[in-house]
């Protein structure tokens, strides 16, 4: 996979992420900070750009279930 994909599919999830149907400022508080943590996660331990998209996806996910 080329760089210019992974970057096209790291700003794919992160809009997602943060166009999600919640509306509540605690909720995309929550989703920004495990997006962030869940980003940093998964690139490290993958060492990779697809690892850091899905760390921060499922990171973002979570994130927002936690604070509702």
Known sequence: M????RL?????TTSLILS???ADPNVRQGQIGGAAVG???GG???DSWGGAAAGAAI???IGGE???
């Open 8 to 12: 096209l599919l790291l700003g794919l």
């Open 44 to 46: 490290l331990i993958t």
């Open 39 to 41: 980003g940093i996660a």
């Open 59 to 61: 990171g973002g996910l």
């Open 20 to 22: 999600s149907c919640s």
């Open 2 to 5: 080329t760089m210019k994909t």
């Open 66 to 68: 936690m604070r509702r």
